[in-house]
């Protein structure tokens, strides 16, 4: 089996997509090779999102990530946007998707919880689809 850069692209890189990067670090390394970026950077990572993905997965993504720009990440094979509600930005790759998630940024713990389940259901989804491509 292949393994695959992958990059999740958000505005900010701040939320979403810093959980899709760790998320996908931890469980699917043995098939993506994860990034994330933004066009625009934060100070840091969503605090709500960093307390969470440490409380269910036990990483530490201070320790690990940063808001970044897409040119501070290698070229990847697939585009992942996280669902920006404003126009999202471009990066070239060989296959491109939208996750079309909301923005969990001032919501409570339970739609964190909720934008973490949807990642890892469409990482899986994701996964299915390259291993029927490569199955033909």
Same mark, same amino acid.
């Given at each position: 089996?292949?393994? #695959? @850069?992958?990059?999740?692209?958000?505005?900010?890189?701040?939320?979403?997509?810093?959980?899709?990067?760790?998320?996908?670090?931890?469980?699917?390394?043995?098939?993506?090779?994860? #990034?994330?970026?933004?066009?625009?950077?934060? +100070?840091?990572?969503?605090? &709500?999102?960093?307390?969470?993905? @440490?409380?269910? #997965?036990?990483?530490?993504?201070?320790?690990?990530?940063?808001?970044?720009?897409? &040119?501070?990440? +290698? +070229?990847?094979?697939?585009?992942?946007t996280m669902g920006c509600?404003? &126009?999202?930005?471009y990066l070239p790759s060989?296959?491109?998707?939208?996750?079309?998630?909301?923005?969990?940024?001032? @919501?409570?713990?339970?739609f964190f919880y909720q934008?973490?389940?949807?990642?890892?259901?469409?990482?899986?989804?994701?996964?299915?689809?390259?291993? &029927?491509?490569?199955? @033909?």
């Amino acid at each position: 089996m292949k393994q #695959y @850069k992958i990059g999740f692209i958000c505005v900010h890189n701040s939320c979403r997509s810093q959980m899709a990067e760790a998320i996908t670090k931890l469980k699917y390394s043995n098939r993506l090779i994860a #990034y994330s970026a933004g066009t625009h950077t934060k +100070p840091k990572i969503s605090q &709500d999102a960093v307390r969470l993905v @440490k409380e269910r #997965y036990g990483v530490d993504m201070e320790q690990t990530q940063y808001s970044k720009t897409l &040119d501070e990440i +290698p +070229p990847v094979d697939i585009v992942v946007t996280m669902g920006c509600e404003v &126009d999202c930005p471009y990066l070239p790759s060989q296959l491109r998707l939208d996750f079309g998630l909301e923005d969990p940024t001032g @919501k409570d713990d339970t739609f964190f919880y909720q934008t973490m389940d949807l990642i890892e259901s469409k990482v899986l989804e994701l996964l299915k689809q390259l291993d &029927d491509l490569e199955s @033909k």
